[in-house]
């Protein structure tokens, strides 16, 4: 594959060589960071209504965890969908343009800092457009051909954007992750795959060595592993990962409360413990970071644990306050 280079930012290959030499330290929850901000995320497109109504608050979340020491930020495209914004009266055209903006968003709050962020489009699965929690159960009665239909033209979108590579995350069954990894296939990035799992199997419930199998066949794909899943779930993923798909692994846990989708609220106390990093890295763990839940603060712990860039270094972020205005 030919390296990549993202407008304004470092060339995708620097991700996939960054990764061989050790650990990448990925943001955090950017759900959570926009309601400690104030932001109200009841409407069906999460976060991705921001894209379109305040713009300034994903890139003041972005902000945060630069400053906490990420060294990868993940756009707000996780729920953002042609058909989603369709419902919301937005066009083909106009809903490319928030794509593309989600990954502007992102280049604007690394670039106040001179070591290398990079950043990646996040593709999250088809459930999260339904809106119902059945991303956490996968299964849809989809065909991958449907699925690989459906995901195309937003991976065609936010690729055509610049990215540095494609987070193709939350993935809750093997048939998705199939339909995704073709979906990507000639959108020349990077991508990681990460899935959603409970126990030791998806959250289709599919054992995690076959779904973590899929990926060993794909150069394109530089990192496997979990993502939205109970930090004990994480620990036993990740080993399974690095012996079955042979490639660095990601992964980046919840905070160890449940999502329940009816209620639409987080539920039970908080498990996760940014000193788990080091038994990751121990059996391969090579972008690590956090999920749902999991904010500035025990990022900033994960970069003190890792040696990675920590807050206050680079120049230039005062200006990213709450009313930054959209690119």
Not at 13 to 40: F, K
Not at 147 to 172: I, K, M, N
Not at 284 to 293: D, E, K, N, T, W
Request: aromatic letters at 6%; one cysteine or more; a negative charge.
């Amino acid at each position: 594959m030919q390296p990549v280079r993202s407008a304004d930012g470092p060339p995708a290959h620097a991700l996939e060589r960054a990764l061989l030499e050790g650990a990448v330290l990925l943001d955090g929850g950017l759900s959570n960071q926009l309601e400690a901000q104030g932001c109200d995320l009841s409407d069906a497109l999460w976060s991705a209504r921001l894209l379109a109504d305040g713009p300034g608050q994903i890139e003041a979340a972005h902000t945060a965890y630069v400053r906490a020491g990420a060294q990868v930020l993940i756009t707000a495209s996780y729920q953002a969908t042609f058909e989603g914004f369709e419902r919301r009266g937005i066009g083909r055209a106009q809903a490319a343009e928030l794509f593309a903006r989600s990954v502007r968003l992102a280049r604007r709050a690394a670039g106040g800092v001179e070591r290398e962020i990079w950043v990646a489009a996040s593709v999250g699965p088809y459930g999260a457009m339904l809106a119902d929690g059945s991303e956490y159960r996968g299964r849809y009665g989809l065909s991958v051909r449907e699925l690989e239909r459906f995901h195309r033209p937003r991976v065609e979108a936010l690729a055509a954007a610049g990215p540095d590579a494609l987070a193709l995350e939350t993935v809750p069954d093997i048939d998705e992750a199939e339909a995704l990894l073709r979906a990507v296939e000639v959108c020349g990035l990077p991508v990681w795959l990460s899935y959603s799992v409970a126990g030791d199997r998806t959250r289709a419930g599919q054992p995690l060595e076959t779904a973590f199998a899929l990926a060993s066949g794909h150069d394109q794909v530089l990192a496997v592993g979990v993502n939205c899943c109970d930090p004990a779930d994480a620990d036993r993923a990740v080993q399974t990962a690095a012996e079955v798909a042979g490639k660095p692994v990601v992964v980046y846990p919840n905070s160890g409360e449940r999502w329940d989708a009816g209620g639409r609220g987080w539920v039970g106390a908080p498990t996760f413990d940014p000193g788990r990093v080091r038994a990751w890295q121990d059996v391969g763990a090579r972008l690590v970071g956090g999920c749902c839940r999991v904010g500035p603060e025990s990022i900033a712990k994960l970069a003190g644990l890792l040696g990675a860039a920590t807050a206050g270094e680079g120049k230039g972020k005062e200006g990213k306050g709450k009313g930054a205005t959209a690119p």
